[in-house]
């Protein structure tokens, strides 16, 4: 079996310096792949609707809520200048008893005015966090069952609306997310719209030891302006593992201005397995984001996911 694949590998080099990348139509959309595809024979258009309609991302981050795992916390809040106005690092440990999860804070410094006189969180990307990996009161009754699960903002506003929000930006990116005015249809990247703005890129590569298709979206170089102002994913670049099509990274960066807000987002995701099962490792996120009649803010974090236990 590894003889084969360092054979075709090898191929797939040779084909990749003598022939330029295909155009090919599945389900009536345009995706672009290498030589090394077309002519390996592989089954490229089932790959792609799978890669269309993956769930082991999101199975991944409920399966979070459904097991014990320790983490480091790092949040910092900057200002324009890039200097540093408050800093959060923590060690937690998140138990699971009686199905129900809470996070335990083993170790916790911060700076500046990270918190306010309440305990309270005085930046929203500090909430916003808290709100995704921390439970100070027993959560109950979660599982990590994707079938029939949807996420959805229906009967929730303010902060928890918001969450709800970022919860189905990072778990499901790509797709349209309800109540966010101007771009909650932009950010759909599957659709015959999305299409005419963005290229779709499918390659086969080494990965880290094995191999793994790498999926890339990305915007078209020849857009008019009125195009370019419908655009708000810059890049979205997934690795999925070649034998099973579990996603094992995502890198995807956003971006828009409008009259009422806007924000420059760059976030990165690294899996790994324990016991079999697909989870986060390491979540990255640097950005700022503004509204109009609130103060501007950047802020950045990485959250480092291990010791996992079912």
Known sequence: MKTSIIFFLFICFYLQLSAQDTTVIVDHQKFTLPPAIIRGNLDYASILRRIKNDTTFYKAFRTLRVIEYSAYNYIRIPDKKDNTKATYNSKTRQHRANGC?????????????????????????????????????????????????????????????????????????????????????????????????????????????????????????????????????????????????????????????????DFDVDMEVEMTKADGLLLPKVLRYKGNFGILFKKHERGEFTATLFDFKK
């Open 101 to 261: 999860r809470t996070t335990e804070v083993l170790e916790q410094q911060t700076t500046g005015d990270f918190f306010d006189r309440k305990g309270g969180y005085n930046y929203t990307t500090a909430d916003m966090y808290a709100g995704l990996f921390f439970s100070k009161a027993p959560v109950c009754g979660e599982n990590n069952i994707v079938a029939g699960s949807i996420l959805t903002t229906e009967g929730k506003s303010g902060m928890d609306k918001h969450r709800e929000q970022l919860k189905m930006l990072f778990f499901n990116p790509g797709k349209k997310i309800p109540g966010i005015p101007f771009i909650g249809n932009k950010l759909d990247l599957y659709d015959d719209d999305a299409h005419k703005l963005y290229n779709y890129h499918l390659d086969f590569i080494s990965y880290k030891g094995s191999y793994a298709y790498v999926f890339s979206i990305k915007p078209k170089e020849d857009l008019g302006f009125f195009q370019r102002s419908n655009i708000v994913v810059d890049e979205m670049t997934t690795w999925f593992d070649y034998r099973t099509m579990e996603v094992l990274a995502r890198v995807y960066k956003l971006s828009y201005k409008a009259a009422v807000y």
